[in-house]
């Protein structure tokens, strides 16, 4: 994320004599076993998951089921434009003509827009045969029944009012900082900036939404298809406003053929053939892609990009306020998903520590939503798997672990990628270890501030520093796909960039640590202060006592840190720690 303004950090009141837990902001999810208008409800409800920590205390779903509920439920719901000032209780009253609803909710995109999730799917077809193609006049509609609806007023005067809407954007450096500055420590600050950042319940929805909405545009060819959301929308380390990568499934459709023969009869449908598997994907891509132009309501500026290594098509949904792109035959990123999903799920802290170092990394300019030499989301994601994969004792598992817990129904081989894992999240042991968020971040820092990368390659199979297969600044070995390098775009400059702000946020934590939060009200600390650039950070905390030039500062230190280096990662005795259970 990017952080202008940073200018404010120095004006902030820190509330250091009273630090409060911040409200989270009121989210409205309306549950209507029978008549929705005269069960309407407003609770107070947090927004997203539940408190970084109580997952741990809920059964764990399996990646697939919950894909198939978020799927069935995305269904049964419908997307509606609406008057920008409207009675809910009447909306409500109208649309529960067509049946019960289980909830929904209001926000605001290019309008206001009402997200409806009714019982049962025939409502939303009692509701579509209702409705009628709009007039426009000179122009054509084009008669598409779709799940995407417009709601107009008969009567302009009537009573309205405005609703409670949900927010789908990230806070504003200004809110993110205030709240951050009146976090209790250094743990508090890491789990507020995950509560903060990561994707609501209400954004979820709508991501499975739109994917619905796409899947019916393509099963007017492909009529068993299933457009699958994959990457940050799915894998628990996604945050607001980030794009929506879905693909094509033509799976369910290519196996509903096999085997199906009466006597000494095999039926088989006619088909176009093509030479290659890519050829066949930029073909259906091309059409799917002319019909998102021409027929699917909300979706602008739609791109065929059917020459890239992985073929594409990309637009905006314009209703939903996401950037898309879809493509077709991308198992590997749906298992890469589910790896993360399973990784995200067995630890409290994994989540909350990848949020921070992505948007340490994007306040430094780190990382970039533009192409480029960039160290990006998914390899800094990595590097603090394989970081706890390397704690003692471990937090995380190594992959190879994870495959030797799977079954027979866990096998899987894509592409001759061996991407076997246990699915069961429930057989994989608890992790023993229980240092703090704030040692974890520190050492983080360290570790990678002071590890050999060019020598070393980072291994979340095995767990382990091994040599780079070639010459390559920064090596991260794809986890299934194991010749390749998911890094090789990084050049010798980022990497650099990467490890001197690594070795001068280790230093600002050390800081942190001696000195603790300033008494005075009116100094930025702990992860605002790493989020400062980096002549601000080092201004700022200056003031708190006179230092050395700053390289001397970090020279002596790490000379300090490398010699305790091994005692850190193999002794846990003395050190701070926090439950995992809580």
């Not at 994917?211 to 457009?227: G, R, T, W």
């Amino acid at each position: 994320m990017a952080v202008p303004g940073v200018g404010l950090l120095t004006r902030l009141h820190l509330y250091a004599q009273r630090r409060t837990r911040v409200q989270r902001p009121v989210l409205r999810l309306l549950s209507c076993p029978g008549t929705v208008a005269e069960d309407l409800r407003r609770d107070e409800q947090p927004s997203g998951s539940k408190e970084t920590g109580f997952e741990d205390k809920i059964p764990k779903k399996r990646f697939s089921e919950m894909q198939n509920e978020r799927r069935e439920q995305a269904q049964r719901t419908v997307l509606i434009h609406c008057p920008e000032k409207i009675s809910e209780k009447k909306f409500l009253k109208y649309l529960s003509q067509h049946g019960s609803i289980n909830n929904h909710f209001f926000y605001e995109s290019f309008g206001l827009y009402a997200v409806v999730e009714f019982c049962q799917k025939e409502s939303v077809r009692s509701l579509q045969n209702e409705t009628h193609a709009p007039s426009k006049g000179m122009e054509v509609a084009i008669p598409f029944r779709s799940r995407f609806f417009n709601l107009k007023l008969k009567n302009q005067t009537s009573e309205r009012s405005r609703v409670q809407m949900s927010n789908q954007l990230p806070p504003s450096s200004k809110k993110l900082f205030e709240v951050l500055c009146d976090a209790e420590n250094i743990d508090d600050q890491l789990n507020t900036l995950l509560k903060e950042f990561q994707l609501t319940e209400e954004n979820t929805k709508l991501r499975y939404l739109t994917c619905s909405l796409i899947e019916d545009i393509a099963a007017a060819y492909f009529p068993d298809c299933i457009v699958r959301p994959f990457g940050s929308s799915v894998n628990t380390f996604g945050k607001l406003g980030c794009d929506l990568d879905m693909f094509l499934d033509l799976n369910e459709t290519r196996s509903l053929s096999t085997h199906k023969t009466s006597g000494n009869f095999l039926m088989e449908f006619q088909v176009k053939n093509v030479p290659s598997e890519r050829i066949a994907t930029q073909k259906i891509l091309s059409v799917i892609g002319e019909c998102l132009d021409n027929f699917s309501p909300g979706c602008v500026g739609v791109q065929k990009i059917l020459n890239a290594r992985c073929p594409l098509v990309r637009f905006s949904h314009q209703a939903s306020g996401l950037q898309c792109d879809l493509t077709t035959n991308n198992r590997i990123a749906l298992t890469s998903s589910e790896l993360l999903y399973i990784y995200g799920a067995l630890d409290s802290r994994v989540r909350a520590l990848v949020f921070t170092v992505r948007c340490w990394a994007r306040a430094h300019s780190l990382t970039s939503s533009i192409p480029g030499a960039w160290i990006t989301n998914f390899s800094l994601t990595m590097m603090v798997i394989f970081f706890l994969q390397r704690r003692s004792p471990p937090i995380l598992p190594t992959l190879d672990s994870l495959q030797t817990l799977a079954d027979a129904e866990d096998k899987c081989i894509i592409e001759s990628n061996n991407c076997t894992f246990v699915r069961d999240l429930n057989r994989i042991k608890p992790s023993e270890n229980t240092e703090t968020l704030e040692l974890l971040l520190k050492e983080f820092f360290e570790y990678f501030g002071n590890f050999a990368f060019n020598k070393n390659s980072i291994n979340i199979r095995q767990g382990r520093e091994q040599n780079k297969p070639d010459s390559s600044p920064l090596y991260i070995q794809n986890p299934f796909e194991t010749s390749l390098n998911i890094s090789k775009n990084v050049n010798q400059s980022q990497l650099q960039k990467f490890v001197d702000l690594a070795q001068e946020s280790t230093w600002i934590l050390q800081q942190e640590h001696l000195d603790g939060p300033s008494i005075s009200g009116n100094q930025p600390w702990g992860l605002v202060a790493l989020l400062l650039p980096s002549g601000a950070s080092r201004k700022s905390l200056g003031k708190k006592k006179s230092r050395k030039p700053a390289n001397e500062r970090i020279k002596v230190l790490l000379e300090s840190i490398k010699s305790n280096r091994t005692e850190n990662f193999t002794d846990t005795n003395g050190k701070r720690q926090i439950s995992t259970q809580t």
